[in-house]
């Protein structure tokens, strides 16, 4: 992991916005990626959890204006893109048949066995989103309660490494740019 200058962006569609990133986590997903568990055909942009102020905005664009103030969840939903309809998909799973050997730990023997239901998915973040920062104006959740570490952007490879590894009894990490 490295931290790199790259040129300014441009409005290149007329539903896009520019967003000048203040803050950003290291999320579990990106220690996915950078383990290498969802390969990516080119160099990726780590860190999907931020927030910042907005500078500009595409033609299109009705929702925000130039200086609102924004945060991104790991689970961004607009429902028009490859990643959005990945957390947007939804049905269910089935597995019938006799499962009778260990899978690295998770008991699906014993699981089957004993008629245990299981249901998976990712927390619902954009329906619970407005009232979690209604309840952190209000003081009710205090963010500082899970952020362990503020580091600078230039430390985002030891941020990676101390998430990653929980190190420093390390829950989340904010970098700052």
Do not use: W
């Not at 931020?50 to 130039?66: H, N």
Request: contains cysteine.
């Amino acid at each position: 992991m490295r931290v790199e200058k790259v040129p300014d962006p441009k409005i290149e569609n007329t539903q896009d916005i520019i967003l000048r990133v203040t803050k950003t986590a290291i999320c579990g997903s990106d220690l996915h990626i950078f383990g290498g568990l969802f390969p990516q055909p080119k160099p990726l942009i780590m860190g999907n959890e931020f927030m910042g102020i907005v500078e500009e905005t595409g033609g299109e664009v009705t929702a925000l204006s130039k200086g609102d103030r924004v945060l991104i969840p790991f689970a961004v939903a607009c429902v028009a893109c490859f990643f959005a309809a990945m957390v947007c998909r939804g049905g269910v799973v089935s597995v019938v048949g006799v499962y009778g050997m260990p899978y690295d730990k998770f008991p699906l023997g014993q699981i089957f066995d004993k008629g245990i239901s299981l249901y998976f998915g990712q927390a619902p973040v954009q329906k619970h989103i407005d009232d979690l920062i209604l309840l952190v104006a209000e003081r009710k959740i205090k963010p500082k309660d899970i952020i362990t570490h503020r580091l600078p952007i230039e430390a985002a490879a030891h941020a990676n490494d101390i998430f990653k590894y929980k190190k420093d009894n390390c829950v989340k990490v904010v970098l700052q740019p």
